[in-house]
């Protein structure tokens, strides 16, 4: 069983009337709802028409006083005013970046999250792996930490990020600048492990924490709700397209092309020597024959894709990597930065908006 989503980002500019003064923003709006909920034009066009849609909600925020037109001014606030003018008629959710590294996320239905990120600087090892492998000699990351909690009740956004980032101070100290292999807890310090013990470490201190994703690299990562590991793995490749399906006066319908961005996600348990879901480096290497056929190659031309448009090439992907990788849950391409499809393999929606 698989369902589609579409997603769309806008950004904007906008200021703040705060009890701290007058301040701006450089906003990232980004929608995912389901295919449902979106008509184009034509198959193919959703994604286009879904980005039209947000930007036409936003509209009335961009270069423009919030508190002149919502009550609510937080993340948050924003966040739910933007998807009830949107209006979607089916499952969708909304999230609202407000700086690099804070945000929050409202869902059809009306569940609220803030988050935070964090970066740290650590070396580790993973002792458990083959001989030979890479990740067994010491070496280091930039690391990036995500912590996602549910803003309830008259929480505001504002008020839980500030909770997050006290909660995370001790174990930044903790980390930061620190061999994770030194660390109770952490003598295998995959990315998975990682999550679970930043997860266990923020029990008390953020009780309604709701997630932890860690992402060693800009392209893998992992995600932790509590009780099921989720990685991902990110590609990109540049070729040239058209959509078939287009009218005839439209440029679309003509060779043109994108720099598209892959991500497989898999979801299982643990493996229990080396504690990971799924080597990343072996995610890479089991797509690379897939991606050989996709990287600057004409698609308009590939024999195996019903059409370009970002939900055929998602579809496609699912159809060809879901024996070659046992536990593959979701594809999703965006043709440009924030915008494209999501095919979930699966019935469960939530952590859409959760990299």
Known sequence: MTSLYFSAARSFEAARRTDSGCHGHGFLARLVADSKAVDGDFPGDECNALEKRLGQAVAPLDYALVNDHLPRIEDDGMAAWLL????????????????????????????????????????????????????????????????????????KASVVQAAIARAWQPLHERLHLA???????????????????????????????????????????????????????????????????????????????HTFNARLHLSGELDRLLGWVHDYGDVKRLFDPLFRELDHQPLHE????????????????????????????????????????????????RGLLVP
């Open 84 to 155: 009830d003018r949107l209006g979607l008629s089916a499952a969708a959710a909304l999230s609202l970046r407000s700086a690099p590294d804070r945000g929050a996320i409202v869902k059809h239905g009306g569940e609220r999250l803030a988050w935070r990120n964090f970066r740290f600087e650590s070396a580790h090892q993973l002792p458990n792996v083959p001989a030979g492998h890479k990740c067994g000699r010491m070496h280091g990351h930039g690391f990036q930490a995500t912590i996602f909690s549910l803003a309830g009740g008259n929480d």
């Open 179 to 257: 061999c994770l292999n030194d660390l109770p807890g952490l003598e295998n310090p995959t990315s998975e492990v990682l999550a679970r013990w930043i997860w266990h470490r923020l029990e008390s201190a953020l009780p309604g924490r709701a997630g932890v994703s860690v992402m060693e690299t800009a392209s893998a990562g992992c995600h932790f709700d509590g009780s099921r590991f989720r990685i991902w793995k990110s590609a990109c490749f540049d070729s040239a397209v058209r959509l078939a399906q287009a009218p005839p006066a439209d440029p679309r319908r003509l060779v043109h092309g």
């Open 302 to 349: 590939h024999t195996g894709l019903d059409d370009n448009d970002a939900p055929s090439l998602a579809r496609y992907i699912v159809a060809r990597m879901s024996t070659r990788l046992p536990g593959l849950s979701r594809v999703d391409i965006e043709s440009t930065p924030g915008c494209g499809a999501t095919v979930l393999c699966g019935d469960e929606p």
